[in-house]
């Protein structure tokens, strides 16, 4: 397992993983975060709003909030979320049962961070929220690429990351941030992105047939798809 992924694989039980990977979000506020999540996704990008039957995964999961909301906005019969931490993918499993949400509704994968478990255009939707920004630059753009792989031709992709923006209002320094990923610490690694790099990802090297990058605060959205929006 690469470094950076090692910090989501730490052994802890459903209710620290809860407490831990949600920006500080209490407990009592998780579905309410999930929701606001899913709202904004479709409200920056409207045209991406999947059918109750679409084949749809999130890259990185955590325990499943996001996909609760997506599937209670959407009607989708199922989503998969993957995952490349195996702890986060038991607690995740966990938390659908105590729950008692439907178990065949929200289903949880296992990856190597690298190739994505489908075949050429077999997907509908992708969606990552506050995944990504913690993974290496190339692993991130190698995930890109493989969603666009995976693509159905009407399919499209969103994802949601970290802008340079924000760096001077976080708690964080910038020294410590680099020398942990340079000496491959495992703790939460934070990636920065900002519109010229993704327009130009997503235009010269994804090659999308259409995509929008929409800076959002401290976060930096972007959405593509095979197709041209109609
Ligand atoms: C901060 S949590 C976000 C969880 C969820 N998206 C949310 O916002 O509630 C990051 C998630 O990404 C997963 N993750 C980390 N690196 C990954 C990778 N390379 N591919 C897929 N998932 C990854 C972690 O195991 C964890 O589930």
Redo the contacts with the bound molecule.
Sequence with gaps: M?D??AT??TGESLEAIEAR???GVSNDK?RE??RG?VTHMFKLFPWVRPSADAAIV??????G??MEALAKETGAVRIT?????PN?VAR?RERIKRDCLPEGRFEFAL?D?VTLPWADGSVDFFY?????Q??PKP?AYN?FLEMHRCLKPTGSSVVHLLSWDILPQMHLSFADEIRHQVTGTPT?WHHFYDRVELETVLGHGVKAADFQVVPDGGAIWCAWGKQRRR
């Design positions: 690469h950076a992924f989501w694989d990977i949600h920006d998780l975060r999930g999540y999130e890259v990185g999961p955590g325990v909030y996001i979320g993957l995952d490349v931490a986060m995740a990856y961070g990552s929220v506050a995944a990504i913690h993974i692993h995930l939460h």
